[in-house]
């Protein structure tokens, strides 16, 4: 596709809930991140794929997150038993880059996002 | 660990006025992004700096990146109600690219 595509658009979940939320990256992209943005504040770096591998995963906040990118392209993003503290929206970003690839002018295209809310 | 610091927070300004916002970032990085966020919706990139020296501009904005000071600045020029969002700088570390940002700056353009 064009873009970034994240679904869903928004997620209510009760609290001790498992939920699943997925990216559609950039047809060819080979890096893609996950970020957490909380209310009023900058995204905060979750983990990243190149292709199917996880090669960082050291912003998951707990041993409840869980990202996959089986066959390189969709990923989802899997919060177990919700808590109240894992409200925010989650930001999918691709990149055609690989880590640590230093040429120039490779950026970072973000998809809308899922706003989760725990209540 | 890298940080990255933005000022102010929180702009109001008139319209036709001139700005500045300034984003620190603690460690050795040189790449250095600008992203728009309107509320509700996604980031939008709006400038990618990636040498000391760098200057970008774009309509209204213009960003600039000092390595060895590790500063950017973004500067607004003859503001409009248009550029009323959210600014975050943000700093892809040396080595690896998963981005740190900044805490974002308010930006309110009244008529």
């Known amino acids: 596709g064009a873009g970034v595509s994240q679904s869903p658009r928004y997620k209510v979940a009760k609290r001790g809930q498992d939920v699943a939320l997925r990216c559609d990256p950039i047809?060819?992209?080979?890096?893609l991140f996950w970020y957490q943005q909380a209310l009023g504040q900058g995204p905060e770096f979750l983990t990243y794929?190149?292709?199917?591998?996880?090669?960082?995963k050291s912003g998951l906040p707990s041993d409840r997150f869980f990202a996959e990118r089986p066959e390189g392209s969709v990923s989802t993003l899997k919060i177990q038993r919700t808590q109240q503290e894992d409200s925010a929206v989650y930001l999918c970003?691709?990149?055609?880059?690989?880590?640590?690839?230093?040429?120039?002018?490779?950026?970072?295209?973000f998809g809308s996002g899922t706003r989760l809310t725990v209540v | 660990e890298l940080k990255v610091e933005q000022n102010p927070l929180f702009l109001s300004m008139q319209e036709g006025k001139n700005y500045t916002i300034y984003c620190n970032y603690s460690?050795?990085?040189?790449?250095l992004y600008w992203y728009r966020q309107d509320p509700g919706k996604s980031l939008e990139s709006l400038f990618v700096?990636?040498?000391?020296?760098a200057v970008k501009q774009e309509g209204r904005l213009m960003a600039s990146l000092d390595t060895k000071a590790r500063l950017s600045t973004l500067h607004i020029t003859a503001a409009v109600h248009d550029l009323s969002a959210t600014y975050f700088c943000?700093?892809?570390?040396?080595?690896?690219?998963?981005?740190?940002f900044g805490a974002g700056t308010i930006l309110r353009v009244k008529s």
């Open positions: 970003a691709s990149s055609l880059a690989r880590m640590n690839y230093r040429g120039g002018g490779y950026g970072y295209t």
């Open positions: 047809s060819g992209h080979v890096s």
């Open positions: 794929f190149q292709n199917e591998a996880q090669l960082d």
């Open positions: 460690t050795t990085s040189d790449r």
């Open positions: 700096l990636l040498s000391n020296g």
């Open positions: 943000a700093v892809d570390r040396k080595y690896g690219n998963k981005l740190v």
